[in-house]
């Protein structure tokens, strides 16, 4: 090792500048959660459902760059014996379920992207192309996308569809709340506008979690006592109620916490102004010091070597 | 370390692995995992009351393929017999629930030695180890392992809380991740347990009247009450009433549980009778345990009324009440239950009698007035008339209409006297009450900038609801006059007030944006209404065409684009 | 690190048949990327919307990188710890490091959806702190730099003095001396840097790798999510770097027709079941903590899985290498590290797409025909162009000085 001690100290010092350096990069957005007091969103209330799926047409319809389909696809009863899944053609599905209280009345169910409060796939997002919206809309951006999926892995309810089958600009597909189109003017989404039976209600998000309730006070008999998205995940801005238990209408039991309250601490953690590579990177470079054999002799036929060059 | 050492260590540690690769304990039994069939219900060796936690899983024992395997040996292979040769249904035969050891010595004893036994007389036998009855379950999501407390069928409220809620704890401890149960819990999944574990029987008038015929009306076989001063069981005729009266859910100081005494008398009558070679019932599982059929019309027309000296009717009246009293038609409503039970509980004596009017603790400390009007409870008065309007050809209008009493609902009962019952209803001709313009199909157009128009057929309805009404002897008794009818749907407005009501649009706004509370706009209002009342019925139409008959006859989208 | 390593090019024959046979798998895995990069990744792998991530990220990026892992291990123990016994096995394993980790972007090309979008995590503007997969990417480039740094010495030893560029280049000759022997000087001071650095990031990469699948705790088998799960990752990491070491190194001299370098091999290992079992350690005392140890013999393919990648391929290693008759005989030693490497590679697989267990997957993933080629191409390719260098750079240690050391 070609270094004495002087040179060694400057390098130490130099690192601790860094550090300083460190202080100020904050490539952490912390008040994604806090800004959401004004955010949208939608109670679906599973009990009114007929499964016409006009939800699914007026989706189809309103995003101009999904292929788009016949009239006769959305009449096609028979779609509904299978369940189905969002896929990168459809960011909305409706599913029928078999309602133990009454076989004659299925209860339909329409699935799309949650929109959670605290979404796992923005905070997995390598490019940041998955954007949280104040309005509560989550918004992917295909031109910072690089195709890595890590969105699909972290989503808890597997919304995001990928375009598999397209080889040169494939993008992640979900559900966009009708951001450009409707609800960064504050418009309702398409999808709450078709449907005949108004089984949605678009408002603002806190003020919709006391009309489910009120919703739910008033009709005991008919409600499980539970706004599945209240409190999931952190939280959704997407909202259901239902007269069956949520696990029989395809709504995992998922805990209160939010993923990224998972992984964001520990990442927070380590990266905390660079702190912590920094004392491992004086941890070994110490080691390296203090650990240098102290033989005079092979110091001396260096340095021989060195002025050889 | 040597060489061999080593050697033996890798070996052993490539065996173990491998053996936990390819071995999954339990498939013996699997197949009757898998079979589905409702029939087929499993018994759940638990006994956490005296086990406590379990260190293995619990054993699903399957009765009647033992009853079917040794039904020449007869049920004196595992179960006691007293002095009398009746069997106590109790396992096993030589039980010993001292303590845990005791007990997992004497379940293991019988069940394996007797398993062995024909085993080795090359009989066809069940499991002699472990894995084979102790079956590895992956996950316990599914209500299928409901257990029927094995040590002596508990009441399944006790069964919850003793082994779904106490094994859920421990796994929660475990793991953290047990569903944690609770009465909500139970209530929700009532239904799949009670699906799940044996239907329970129900000893109704037409079995009642089977055991009559032939029994040749012999009450005291069946029916005894206690006598306290000779201190043993006898039969006095005229207090014959349901074994519940005395046989609680429970075993009690004096008396057993009824699930113990129902088993031990009926299946042992049955098979006394059936050894002497007489017409008897049942005595396998599922033989009284299925699901109760609908009896059929021709059936209950053979069972005479049930002579316990009831009265035709009754004039209920309370001392000190501020109500009129209430003719009560006794006979007609004991055609519409199946036992007396229905509404008497156990015992055959007037509510009045323990459901006083502070409440006592015979009455469970439900006061009369609530014991006459809960409408939660299917045994009140107004909890029974509850639901019987969710029954489709009324849940039509009701299921939109706030259950319970209003005031209206009073006085159709508290008539003061007999006159009122059974006269002809007072709904008469609908058309006389409607419009000239809305007496025909009307064409909601209302929306039509947006959306296709929709076919009404307004009086159509209308008088459909009226015969509806009429035919059923309830409602005509609470619909008091035509506008009864018309009140499902032209609700929260005052009928009679001029001699049109209210629009729909009036409440229900055409423009969804402007709506800020819970009232769902016009669009929805309509569909949720017509086709809510439809689904409810079961009648068509319940597609688009069936009201909006496009041009293009297009299903969805009736949007105009 | 100092120019006076005992290294010198191999001198083989190169086209042996294995040669040909990794040229085979190499042919047929590229063809099969070209494929993907033709057809898209639907028409090549079994990946699904509930699967997004298989064969390939398991593999190439994950395995790709805890294998590597003997890079900044043994420049740790060499120039660190300055234990200069077992300088000779630093520079394969910076090879081995380098070329790995090369390939893990490679790899990472054919399976990224859109791959010309790869340099995006390098623009200000598209960084988002909070991923982890965001550290990931950094960590990695910046490391793959370091490891270039670091692998520049070989280079300029080689070359300096012998730059012979044919016909018309020749002109640059002179300038490319003397740019290595500038080169050369510098990195002789700051090499150090370099080295401790490749320590940080490596350790900062290895244990994000496991912080990966922490988002997904809905989704995860128990026995395989943990908030420990970082420390997990580079535990095993740091554990099968000199696993990797002895198994390139005896392959190496199998395959140049060396004696197995036992007098340095031995003695690394010695540091195995340390590392090992404080893997082991951590990964019991978790289970315990948490309860988890009650799906182990559910019978599940996770829990199968465990036991095999835990419980064969980890522990019993461990407890092979506690014994010094293992390590000192070649035969044991090797098969020893085998089982470690292989340990690793399931326990990254299982992780990623085994215990990985979406809510509505139809059936389970398995990887498709063309998965398994590229993969096994890129390994294949990784093989060949690691024996090209060895045999033009000087790498492995010159075999007639190995009489001088004892």
């Not at chain 1, 100290?9 to 952490?28: E, P, Q, R, S």
């Not at chain 2, 007035?369 to 029974?384: D, F, N, T």
């Not at chain 3, 123990?77 to 390939?103: D, K, N, Q, S």
Request: hydrophobic share 35%; charged share 25%; net charge positive.
């Amino acid at each position: 090792m070609g270094i004495n001690r002087r040179d060694f100290i400057k390098l130490l010092a130099g690192t601790g500048g860094i550090a300083l350096f460190g202080k100020n990069v904050n490539v952490w957005a912390d008040e994604h959660v806090t800004s959401l007091h004004e955010s949208f969103g939608v109670i679906v209330d599973t009990t009114l459902c007929v499964g016409c799926r006009s939800c699914e047409k007026a989706c189809n319809q309103i995003n101009q760059d999904l292929p788009r389909k016949a009239s006769e696809f959305y009449k096609d009863n028979s779609m509904l014996e299978k369940r189905r899944r969002m896929a990168a053609d459809s960011y909305t599905v409706v599913n029928r379920y078999n309602n133990p209280e009454d076989t004659n009345r299925p209860v339909y169910v329409k699935f799309q992207c949650m929109h959670c409060t605290d979404p796992a796939c923005v905070s997995a997002c390598i490019v940041g192309a998955l954007t949280k919206e104040s309005n509560g809309a989550i918004r992917y951006d295909p031109w910072k996308c690089i195709g890595c999926r890590y969105c699909m892995a972290a989503c808890p309810f597997q919304v995001p569809a990928y375009e598999y089958n397209n080889a040169m600009t494939p993008q992640v597909r979900k559900c966009t709340f009708c951001f450009e189109q409707r609800t960064s003017k504050g418009k309702a989404p398409a999808c709450v506008q078709a449907c005949p039976m108004e089984v949605m209600t678009f408002g603002k998000r806190r003020e919709l979690i006391k009309i489910a309730k009120r919703r739910i006070e008033k009709h005991p008999d008919r409600y499980i006592p539970h706004l599945y998205g209240e409190h999931e995940l952190g939280g959704t801005s997407w909202m259901y109620l239902s007269s069956l238990p949520f696990e029989e209408i395809d709504f995992p039991n998922l805990g209160y916490i939010s993923p990224p309250s998972y992984t964001e601490p520990i990442q927070h953690a380590i990266f905390k102004h660079f702190i912590p590579p920094l004392t491992l990177f004086a941890v070994l470079g110490g080691l390296m010091w203090f650990l240098k054999p102290k033989v005079v002799k092979s110091e001396s036929v260096l340095e021989e070597e060195n002025s050889e060059k | 370390m040597n060489k061999k050492l080593a050697v033996s260590i890798i070996i052993i540690g490539i065996c173990m692995c491998f053996f936990f690769l390819f071995g999954e304990t339990g498939s013996i039994w699997s197949d009757e995992d898998s079979a589905e069939s409702s029939v087929v219900h499993p018994i759940l060796i638990a006994d956490t009351g005296i086990f406590k936690k379990l260190e293995r899983p619990p054993v699903k024992f399957y009765h009647d393929k033992h009853t079917v395997a040794l039904e020449k040996e007869g049920c004196s292979v595992c179960h006691p017999q007293d002095k009398k040769g009746r069997f106590i249904f109790k396992y096993p035969r030589l039980r010993d629930d001292k303590n845990k050891q005791s007990l997992m010595n004497s379940y293991h004893d019988n069940c394996i030695g007797c398993h062995r036994e024909r085993a080795k007389a090359g009989k066809k036998a069940g499991a002699v180890t472990c894995g084979e009855c102790h079956i590895v379950r992956e996950k316990y999501k599914k209500i299928e392992h409901a257990p029927i407390g094995s040590d002596y069928y508990l009441p399944l409220e006790d069964t919850y809380h003793r082994d779904c809620i106490g094994c859920h704890k421990e796994e929660k401890k475990l793991t953290k991740k047990a569903e944690v149960l609770n009465w909500k819990g139970f209530y929700v999944k009532k239904k799949e347990i009670e699906k799940a574990t044996w239907p329970k029987m129900d000893f109704d008038y037409y079995l009642h009247y089977q055991h009559e015929k032939g029994l040749e009306k012999d009450c005291k076989l069946c029916h005894h009450i206690y006598d306290e001063k000779e201190k043993k069981l006898v039969y006095k005729k005229g207090t014959e009433s349901s074994c519940r009266d005395c046989h609680r859910e429970k075993d009690e100081e004096s008396r057993r549980s009824f699930q113990k005494v129902a088993h031990a008398d009926c299946i042992n009558c049955h098979m006394e009778r059936s050894k002497e070679g007489k017409k008897t019932g049942p005595y396998s599982c599922e033989g009284c345990h299925i699901e109760q059929k609908q009896r059929t019309a021709r059936e209950l027309a053979v069972v005479p009324r049930p002579g316990r000296g009831q009265p035709d009717r009754v004039l209920i009246s309370i001392k000190d009440s501020r109500m009129k009293e209430v003719p009560f038609d006794h006979k007609g409503h004991e055609a519409q239950s199946l036992t007396c039970r229905n509404c008497h509980h156990e015992k055959l004596i007037a509510c009045k009698e323990c459901h006083t009017k502070n409440g006592s603790p015979e009455g469970g400390m439900v006061n009369l007035a609530k014991a006459y009007h809960e409408p939660l409870s299917e045994r009140s008065c107004v909890g029974c008339h509850t639901s019987y309007k969710l029954k489709p050809s009324c849940a039509g209008c009701h299921h939109l209409l706030k259950s319970g009493v209003t005031e209206a609902s009073c006085l159709p009962c508290h008539s003061g006297s007999f006159k009122e019952v059974g006269v002809a209803s007072k709904l008469g001709n609908p058309k006389e009450l409607l419009p000239a313009n809305m007496s025909g199909d009307i064409t909601i157009k209302i929306m039509e900038k947006d959306y296709m128009p929709a076919k009404f057929p307004h009086l159509r309805i209308i008088k459909k609801l009226t015969e509806i009404s009429k035919s059923s002897k309830l409602a005509k008794q609470f619909h008091s006059d035509q506008k009864t009818i018309c009140s499902s749907c032209h609700h929260k407005s005052p009928l009679g007030a001029k001699k049109e009501v209210p629009l729909c649009s009036t409440c229900h706004s055409l423009n969804m944006e402007s709506r800020k509370t819970d009232t769902p706009g016009l669009l929805g209002a309509y569909h949720r209404l017509c086709l809510g009342c439809h689904k409810e019925m079961g009648i068509k139409p319940v597609d688009c065409t069936g009201c909006h008959a496009g041009k293009t006859g297009l299903k969805t989208g009736m949007r105009k684009q | 690190m100092s120019s006076r390593e005992n290294a010198a090019p191999v001198k083989i024959r190169f086209f042996t048949t294995g040669v040909k046979v990794l040229i085979a798998f190499m042919i047929t895995g590229l063809s099969f990327g070209l494929y993907r990069m033709v057809f898209g990744l639907g028409s090549t792998t079994n990946l699904t919307d509930q699967y997004p991530w298989g064969l390939w990220i398991g593999v190439d990026v994950a395995s790709g990188v805890a294998l590597a892992a003997g890079g900044f291990t043994s420049a740790f123990l060499a120039h660190i710890f300055h234990r200069e016994h077992f300088h000779a096995i630093v520079r394969p394993a910076l090879l081995t490091a380098m070329l790995g980790y090369t390939f893990v972007g490679i790899g990472l090309m054919f399976d990224l959806g859109r791959w010309y979008n790869i340099w995006h995590p390098m623009l200000p503007m598209m960084w988002q702190g909070n991923s982890v997969l965001f550290e990931v990417g950094m960590c990695v480039m910046v490391y793959l730099t370091v490891l270039y740094i670091e692998f520049l010495p070989v280079v300029t030893e080689r070359f300096i003095g012998k730059v012979n560029l044919p016909g018309m280049l020749s002109f640059f000759n002179k300038p490319i001396d003397r740019l290595l022997t500038f080169l050369d000087n510098i990195l002789g001071k700051v090499m150090f840097v370099f080295v401790i650095a490749g320590v940080v990031l490596s350790c900062l990469h290895q244990s994000s790798l496991g912080t990966l699948m922490v988002i997904s705790p809905y989704k995860m088998h128990p026995l395989y999510w943990s908030l420990l799960s970082p420390l997990f990752f580079l535990a095993s990491a740091i554990a099968v770097g000199y696993p990797m070491v002895i198994f390139e190194s005896m392959i190496a001299s199998k395959s140049f027709g060396h004696k197995s370098e036992m007098h340095i091999l031995t003695p690394l290992a010695k540091f195995i079941p340390y590392l090992l079992g404080i893997y082991i350690v951590l990964k019991i005392g978790d289970m315990i903590y948490r309860g988890t140890y009650v799906y182990l013999f559910e019978g599940s393919i996770q829990s199968r899985m465990f036991w095999l990648e835990f419980g064969t391929l980890t522990v019993v290693p461990f407890l092979m290498l506690l014994s010094s008759r293992v390590r000192s005989s070649a035969g044991w030693l090797f098969s020893a590290a085998t089982m470690c490497i292989f340990g690793v590679l399931l326990n990254r697989c299982t992780v990623f797409f085994i215990a990985y267990r979406p809510p509505f997957a139809e059936k389970a993933y398995f990887p498709a025909i063309g998965e398994f080629a590229l993969t096994i191409g890129l390994i294949a390719t990784l093989m060949l162009i690691y024996r090209v260098f060895v045999s033009i750079l000087p790498v492995m240690p010159a075999p007639e000085k190995e009489a001088v050391r004892e």
